[in-house]
């Protein structure tokens, strides 16, 4: 059977990394857990269950950039969260620095919460 690729597939740049398959799938299993020890101060619920990473880019050299939000351009831990992110990511054995910038575009909103989240909140 051949696989047929869509004119968006074929057109999907192709991301190739010195870093093996294995090697990547334990740094970004490490990052998610790491991620997942840093809470928001105000709210018992951890951040990457929140919905406020956006995206993690592992470069080939083991350098980590987060890109995360946070509820509200005005939160009160917005002074600690990116530290504590930092932290938190550069704990990961084999990783070699880490950047973490803050965005509000798009804005946060309830919908990028896990149902873990939802259900700790008791949001439905």
Not at 26 to 38: G, N, P
Not at 83 to 102: F, H, L, Q, R, Y
Request: charged share 25%; net charge negative; aromatic share 4%.
């Amino acid at each position: 059977m051949t696989e047929t690729k869509t004119t968006e597939q074929a057109n999907m740049p192709q991301i190739k990394s010195s870093i093996a398959e294995a090697e990547l799938e334990r740094l970004t299993d490490s990052i998610v857990s790491a991620l997942k020890t840093v809470y928001d101060p105000e709210i018992p619920v951890d951040i990457y269950e929140l919905g406020l990473i956006y995206k993690v880019d592992i470069a080939d050299d083991h350098t980590v950039a987060v890109e995360m939000t946070l509820t509200t351009p005005n939160c009160p831990a917005a002074a600690e969260l990116p530290g504590m992110v930092e932290s938190a990511v550069a704990s990961v054995p084999g990783i070699s620095d880490v950047k973490v910038d803050i965005t509000f575009d798009p804005p946060w909103d309830q919908g990028r919460m896990s149902e873990e989240a939802r259900a700790t909140l008791n949001l439905w």
